[in-house]
């Protein structure tokens, strides 16, 4: 049995607490956070965009912390699960890796490309497994991309264009702060980074033009260069001022022998399958594989799984591995600082 402490019960915190209840083998047995109301069972306040309403919870059972480190010290705890803000990842995993726990922390790794590396260096110090949730390749669309690279079931890959916008978040303190959250960029298009260095492997520059607000970058398109010359990617992703459509992302992926198109919009309350996956073969074909389900929950089930087996079989994740996601946020950073400049930059 793996014993799992939650550190942060927001959103995020609850949907991996409801993700756990369905995987065998592991257990939920610590939790902390700051709200004395959350650590109580009285999620009610807890608002996200997918998922159930935050309810009353029966928490029973489960040590209960209102500080770091009576909670770290809780021997029973084998991996923490960091939902806590982007901006107290780095402080969090390292000391909880010094304390000798596995870790599974929420995206973006950190705000700073030199805090991802550091969370990176102390896992591998303490010799222990560090999880980053880049939940995204566990989207059945998504996923069946990354089968297609790794089997080459289309041949060689081309390349491809990835796209995440969303309205403008109002509601959302300390958004576009580049110490708190760290904008679009790390927020939102830390994902499509992650996946493209899944796809692609790691780029050797990127260039990006797009806008800014203040420090951060607000909308933005990037062309990334690989040493491969051949492989053409691009992506676009930030805010728009317009709530109409709250929520957009989808892709076009170029094999030899197949394209591979999505994408998905939220238009007002109403999720739009814009264009349902669809693969583009060479015989004029355009045929629409069937995935499995379409709640968003069962993406966070399918991560933790793949988790908690790779800890369990002691393997390194090749999707969920620090490592890849302190690249993605190197990238992201890269991105960022093309945009200020005003010209391509090496990564
Ligand atoms: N993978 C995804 O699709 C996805 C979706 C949403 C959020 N996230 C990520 O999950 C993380 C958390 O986001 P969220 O939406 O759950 O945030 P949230 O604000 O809903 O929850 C954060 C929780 O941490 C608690 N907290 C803050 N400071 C604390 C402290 N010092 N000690 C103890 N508790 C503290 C807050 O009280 C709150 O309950 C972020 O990194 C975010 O980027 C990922």
Redesign the pocket.
């Known amino acids: 049995m793996i014993k799992i402490g939650i ?7 609850m949907i991996h607490y409801l993700a756990y209840q369905r995987l065998r083998g592991v257990k939920v047995v610590a939790m ?4 004395p109301k ?1 650590l109580a069972g009285d999620w009610r306040s ?1 608002k ?1 965009n997918f998922g159930p309403p935050g309810e009353m919870m029966d928490l029973s059972g489960i040590a209960r912390y209102e500080s770091m480190k009576d909670f770290l010290a809780d021997e029973k705890v084998d991996m923490v699960d960091v ?4 901006s ?2 780095a402080k969090v995993t390292v000391a909880a890796l010094k304390a000798g726990k596995h870790v599974f922390c ?3 790794i950190a705000l700073k490309a030199s805090d991802g590396a550091r969370m990176v260096r102390a896992a591998s110090a303490a010799r222990k497994k560090l999880f980053i ?1 880049h ?1 995204l390749p566990f989207f059945p669309e998504f996923d069946f991309a990354y089968e297609a690279v790794t089997s080459k079931r289309y041949g060689r890959l081309l390349g491809g264009h990835f796209k995440r916008v969303i309205s403008d978040p109002q509601w959302l303190q300390g958004f576009y702060d580049p110490e708190r959250v760290g904008g679009p960029m790390l ?1 939102l298009h830390v994902h499509d980074a992650h996946f493209i260095r899944l796809l692609c492997g790691m780029p050797t520059g990127v260039s990006t033009v797009g806008r800014l607000r203040g420090e951060v970058a607000e909308y933005f398109n990037s062309q990334f260069r690989f040493r491969d010359p051949r492989l053409s990617v691009t992506a676009t992703s930030g805010t728009i001022g317009q709530q109409g459509r709250g929520f957009l992302h989808g892709y076009e992926i170029h094999f030899e022998r197949a394209t591979l198109a999505f994408e998905f919009a939220m238009v007002g309350d109403e999720p739009r399958t814009l264009m349902p996956l669809t693969v583009f073969d060479r015989q004029g074909g355009a045929t629409e594989p069937k995935l499995a389900g379409g709640d968003p929950v069962d993406c966070f089930v399918a991560e933790l799984k793949h988790a908690l087996a790779c800890l369990k079989n002691k393997k390194k994740s090749k999707i969920l591995d620090g490592s890849l996601a302190r690249d993605a946020l190197k990238i992201c950073q890269q991105q960022t600082k093309s945009l200020v400049a005003g010209r391509p930059v090496k990564i």
């Open positions: 550190a942060g019960l927001g959103f995020m915190g902390w956070e700051l709200d959350r807890i996200g939902c806590l803000p982007p107290l990842h929420e995206k973006p949730g939940v927020d």
